[in-house]
């Protein structure tokens, strides 16, 4: 199994741009997660769902969009990128609302300039 | 959440126990102890949870007080490979908003020395 896998690994972005992070996993979990963290801190949670077709906003949503369509997936999208935007982002599932065993990718590290 | 204390920085040299330590006063009757660990850039890993219970399993042991206000994660030989940033999180079960919302502080960073 891949687990949770996150593309791009690395992205630089200019100001004003949108791009989308994506984040997809192969263990049928319905939970799923997006982090951000920045340098030298904790993780700090954007956005979750319970599954498909339900999302809900975490501790630090603005500036960011996410869609759950399917199970597997679980898109960022940032619109207008901000250099306070730069961060490196984690995506992590779970197996449901009783376990808080979650399991991330490697991460996308994003710099807005 | 309940807020935990860690501290910021440890040392241990390679092959002795690691012996990781989190204060959580303010935890209730319901609240599990989960630990997990950041290597480098790499997303966290989760090591092991409990409730009151001493917990072990193949990576660490976890040891909660009696009274469950402070916890010791304990890293029985560690290894250059275990040098990571480690986060005590209190989390409860079954609540509804943000489930799973696991709030990472910034943890332990633990650096194994040969």
């Known amino acids: 199994n891949a687990g949770v896998t996150q593309t791009p690994k690395f992205r630089i972005l200019k100001i004003g741009q949108s791009m989308t992070l994506q984040c997809t996993q192969d263990m049928n979990h319905n939970y799923m997660y997006w982090y951000r963290q920045d340098p030298g801190m904790g993780l700090k949670l954007i956005y979750y769902?319970?599954?498909?077709?339900?999302?809900d906003k975490g501790e630090v949503p603005n500036g960011y969009n996410v869609s759950r369509s399917t199970t597997e997936d679980f898109p960022l999208r940032l619109e207008l990128a901000a250099p306070s935007q730069t961060s490196v982002y984690f995506c992590?599932?779970?197996?449901?609302?009783?376990?808080?065993?979650?399991?991330f990718g490697e991460g996308s590290r994003l710099t807005v300039l | 959440d309940a807020k935990t204390t860690q501290p910021p920085s440890m040392d241990c040299a390679e092959g002795r126990a690691a012996n990781l330590p989190c204060n959580h006063s303010?935890?209730?009757?319901?609240?599990?102890v989960y630990w997990y660990r950041q290597i480098h850039s790499q997303g966290p890993q989760y090591i092991i949870h409990?409730?009151?219970n001493n917990e072990t399993n193949e990576m660490a042991s976890l040891i909660i007080t009696e009274d469950r206000k402070s916890s010791t994660l304990i890293l029985p030989h560690a290894t250059l490979r275990d040098t990571a940033v480690y986060y005590c999180i209190v989390r409860g079960m079954n609540y509804g908003g943000s489930q799973g919302n696991l709030i990472f502080g910034k943890g332990t960073k633990l650096s194994v020395k040969p």
């Open positions: 769902s319970v599954g498909a077709g339900i999302t």
């Open positions: 992590a599932s779970s197996a449901g609302k009783n376990t808080g065993e979650l399991f």
């Open positions: 303010t935890i209730s009757g319901n609240e599990y």
């Open positions: 409990g409730l009151k």
